[in-house]
């Protein structure tokens, strides 16, 4: 009895450690109130990040100095960053972490043209006339994957977690510039999810084609060639290249009316000559065709070269065309989306203040918007749409179609405003920004850490990728082979705006926010709404 009492104990003891470790190792519910906690704990850092890459204002491909700032954050955290991938310049990939699941996540960072604006001020007021800003909000996208990463990469550590963080940059995402090319670099081939963030101003994700509200497309330039000749006195030995441009867009305007409802199409010219005695021997016109599916996008591309075609026929000229963008409707996982949502429920809205709802309304009754303030409820899983009417694009529609992915819509900006423009600047460096990437952090972090520990979740994510979202459907790429990344875009414009935008690069040792850097009041509005 003696010598087994004795053994029993020894074994007691020497049990003992495992035993207690196990008990340590905290179960997923506890993790993820640490995620809470430490997301909260990084809002400073958070809302640096939101604002010094709203000072940074960098257009379309001329992200550089927002990609300097972002991977030195990460390196200096212990990421590997790998730059230049997939032929772009200021596209990235940073690693931390090792084995299965490897979780990406992907988010924007370009701006939008002419939209610059002193962020907190509820009527335009550019910063820079003419300038570049972020009249979409994609400056908040890294503070929230960089938030999640970081807060994940510490809680991996702490707990020896097995696993793989990776983070990219949507490149030049509004004009549909680079997801198409990761995807062919190969970029996602090993990845087992994709988590995205997007600013919005409801706090929302969704799952197949969501609320239909997307439409795939491709991007094109026509460049037409003629010959230069005096405009009077000697018209008949040019051809005008410019006539060959205004016959494509009256040719399709005609066009426009024998078309699907659900297509949407829209140009501009780039280039009608440069004065008018002179006959012009180069114009050029940049179409973006929009429609639900692979097919009725690729139809619409044939026909705009069709129409390209036949107004060199017109006008004696020759064409050539650059693809510069596109995009598969995006489609989204609904495994992941559920898990999403309840991390969702959990997080609730950011607590608005009262100087939030008042720039809010005050930007809203300005420009002539339903005047309700800011969303104070969560958007419930809906089901989705079953005859999508399409709308805008998003190149991430590309790696939702070749691995299981969600949107993350974090609310981070107003609602009812036009997008694309100086409104959809207003709250984007102020607490209503700071407070939803904060809340987007959380989310991020939280679903990261359903996958990271339920590795039977990523098989069921996969599960629906291929007997649901990928039975019938096939990815095929919009890009040629010898389509390239449009890179050279939006440099000449960058580099007008760069050395005025400079002077108001936000510094975050100097000041707190980038408002009192710029001595906004907050809010600045006309009159109390
Ligand atoms: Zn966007």
Redesign the pocket.
Known sequence: MNRMYRLAMLLTVMLLPAALQAQQTPVLPALKQQAVAEVDSLQTLTQQMVDEIFSFSELGFQEFETSRYVTGILEKNGFHVERGIAGIPTAWVATYGSGKPVIAFIT?MDCIPRASQKPGVAYHDPMIDGAPGHG?G?NSGMAVNVTAALVLKKLMDKNHLTGTIRLLPGVA?EILGSKAFYVRAGLFNDVDLVLGA?VDSEFSTSYNTGNGEWSGLVSVQYFFHGKAAHAASAPWQGRSALDAVSLMNAGWEFRREHLRLQQRSHYIVLNGGDQPNVVPSEAAAWYYFRELDYPHIKELYELGNTMAQAATMMTGTTVDHKLVGSAWPPFFNKVIAEVQQKNMDAVGMPKWSEADQTLAKALQKEIGAKMEGLKEKIEPLSEPVKNPAGGGS?DVGDISWNVPMVYLMYPANIPNLPGHSWQNAVAMATPIAHKGSTAGAKVQAMTALDFLLQPELVKQAWDYFRSVQTKEVHYETFLAPEDKPAIEMNKEKMEKFAPQLRKFYYDPVKYKTYLEQLGIQYPTVKAQP
């Open positions: 924007d979409e994609h995402e997007h998003d």
